[in-house]
Every structure is written in C-alpha cells, then in structure tokens.
C-alpha cells in the first residue's frame, strides 16, 4: 500500500511565500515522477507542476504551468519527496494543492494521490 501525503498549506497574504511538501511512503519499487495539481473552488483541477526522473536517478527535469513560471519551484528532496516553493503568491493562486506520485508498487504502476493542503493567499 502506497499514501501520498502533503503538508505546508496555509494562509499568506499577497506576495508572500509558502513551501509545501509531499512524501510518498510504502513499497515503492520505482518512482517515475511526482506532480503538483491544484484546484479552486469551482474550477477544474489543474498541473501545476510536474518532475520527472523516468525511474532513473538522473532527473529530466521539470515543467511548469505558465501561471507559476518563474514564481514557483520544485524541488525533489529525495527519491519519494517533492517540494513546492511558492513566492510572489497571488490570490488567483488559492486552491486546494494536491500531489500525485506516478510509481511501480505492489500492485504494478499506478497513480496515487494525496488528500490535499489547502493554500489561501488574501490579505
């Protein structure tokens, strides 16, 4: 059994900075890549940010949605944990950020998803 686990949420007012970070934990045989979604109120939920190793322990990089470039950041801490440094936040980034680790377990490969942090940027 794979849980996908995400932590860091909050309120912060416009211009500030949050970092969230997800952990996936259980037998993991390989891990091709970890993403972050997110979803407002109302709307569909989109990628925001995506890392990708292929299983390999060289990284082919990361690709982001064009509302955060240059504003947010991943970062893979280790082989099973995905960081996500947010600054310049804007109230159009509140939502509900999810993570979603793409990986070979026990039960062959498949995507598992975390519950969720809630992120609120207002003043």
């Known amino acids: 059994q794979v849980h996908v686990v995400e932590s860091g949420g909050g309120l912060v007012q416009p211009g500030g900075s949050l970092r969230l970070s997800c952990t996936a934990s259980?037998?993991?045989?390989?891990?091709?890549?970890m993403a972050w979604y997110r979803q407002a109120p109302g709307k569909q939920r989109e990628l925001v940010a995506v890392?990708?190793?292929?299983?390999?322990?060289?990284?082919?990089?990361a690709n982001y949605a064009d509302s955060v470039k240059g504003r947010f950041t991943v970062s893979r801490d280790n082989q099973n944990t995905l960081g996500l440094q947010m600054n310049s936040l804007k109230p159009e980034d509140t939502a509900v950020y999810y993570c979603?680790?793409?990986?070979?377990?026990?039960?062959?490969?498949?995507?598992?998803w975390g519950q969720g942090t809630q992120v609120t940027v207002s003043s």
């Open positions: 979603k680790a793409h990986l070979r377990g026990n039960e062959g490969v498949r995507e598992y």
């Open positions: 890392h990708n190793t292929g299983g390999t322990a060289v990284s082919s990089g």
């Open positions: 259980g037998t993991i045989f390989v891990m091709y890549s």
